[in-house]
């Protein structure tokens, strides 16, 4: 591997994974595509934009021509697919951009692989595509059984890798992570959302009795999966990157509120996501007893950094939080907010 194109490497995880490869492997030429949707933002990309072996392009994955022609003037050897629409609620509102990024964009990443010779494709999944699991952890050999727009677009997707892996010969791999966060993470997720907003002292609409658990991965630590993943990861496998951090919604709320020094009144029950998966849980064992993986950073340091950080770097999500985030806002959480 020389070359590596990193798609949706503008987002948060994407930008996160490109920032540790640029630094980790300078001998490799790091390209992201990224489409540059609401969600990505050079500004993420801002402190490898200088280096030698980092170069960005803006375009759709689902662009064949495009992504052939990239992958050619790029002379890529590995792919690694972060692209996607990545957010529940806006499946929920709008589900068409999903199948096109989430499915067919997919598609035609691995069609370029194919046409192309490109020897490797990474596929970043999600924990999502389990569904909700009361007790105990999913493997990898379980059954997919998504519950959303969202999650039965990167079960499609993957599905697709699974497909082109065993009819083409292709050396793929999947990761799936759990919910992941750090900095540099989109304001609309809950821990960057309710961060912002307690800053601002505005109210926090937590859905449902906020009882609802979450596996949290810090983002270095899922960074650091892709990539053990990525170089040895064998072909056509499948990894789950767990956080092995389970925590209620609202648990999670309280502590962003301690952090900050905040009272809990800013907490507003709202009415519930419909279909709102109860919990989320994998197990780690497969990444472990293969190649040793394991989320290392301790949650409470991890979610301190965080926090902190969108204290100290305002400049980067104030701007983010006007326009088409706002009318968001207000589609989602406005009624909600007004009821509650
Ligand atoms: N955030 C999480 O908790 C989490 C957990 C597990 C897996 N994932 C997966 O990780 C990946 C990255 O998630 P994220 O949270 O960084 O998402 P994000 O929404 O922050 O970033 C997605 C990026 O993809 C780009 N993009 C979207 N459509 C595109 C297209 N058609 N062509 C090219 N670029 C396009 C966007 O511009 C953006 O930069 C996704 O595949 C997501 O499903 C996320």
Redesign the pocket.
């Known amino acids: 591997m020389k070359n590596i194109l990193v ?2 490497g ?5 930008s996160a994974f490109v920032r540790y490869m640029v630094e980790k492997y300078p001998q490799y030429t790091i390209v992201v ?5 609401y ?2 933002n050079l500004d993420n990309l801002l402190p490898v934009k200088d280096k030698p072996n980092y170069h960005f392009e803006r ?4 662009d064949a021509e495009a992504v052939e022609r990239i992958c050619q003037e790029h002379n890529i050897d590995a792919i690694v697919n ?5 957010h529940v609620d806006r499946s929920i509102m709008n589900p068409n951009a999903f199948l096109q ?1 989430d499915v067919v ?1 997919v598609y035609v990443l691995l069609e370029a692989c194919r046409k192309l010779g490109i020897e490797r494709f990474h596929h ?3 924990d999502e595509v389990y569904g909700s699991i009361d007790e105990g952890h999913f493997k990898e050999d379980d059954p997919l059984s998504p519950n959303n727009p969202y999650s039965a677009s ?1 079960a499609g997707g993957e599905l697709m890798v699974r497909a082109y892996h065993v009819t083409h010969g292709l050396h793929t791999t999947i990761t799936r ?4 966060f750090g900095p540099y993470h ?1 304001p609309e ?1 809950l821990i960057p959302f309710f961060v912002t907003e307690a800053i601002d002292d505005r109210p926090l609409p937590l859905y449902g009795d906020g009882t609802q658990v979450r596996d949290w991965l810090y983002v270095e630590d899922h960074c650091r999966g892709v990539d053990i993943v990525l170089h040895q990861g064998a072909p056509g496998e499948v990894y789950n990157l767990g956080g092995e951090n389970e925590h209620q919604n609202i648990e999670i709320t309280h502590r962003i509120l301690d952090i900050l020094g905040k009272p809990r009144s800013l907490i507003k029950h709202v009415e519930d996501r419909p279909g709102h998966d109860r919990r989320y849980a994998i197990s780690n064992d497969k990444l472990r007893a293969h190649f040793n993986w394991s989320p290392d950073t301790p949650f409470e340091t991890a979610l301190e950094q965080t926090v902190r950080w969108y204290v100290e770097n305002e400049w980067w999500w104030r701007k983010i939080k006007s326009g088409e985030y706002l009318e968001y806002y207000k589609k989602q959480y406005g009624e909600r907010l007004a009821n509650a």
């Open positions: 798609t949706g503008a987002g948060f995880i994407g595509l990224d489409k540059l949707t969600a990505g375009g759709d994955i689902a972060f692209a996607a629409e990545s990024t964009g970043i999944s999600t990167k992570g759990s919910n992941t989109y997720k």
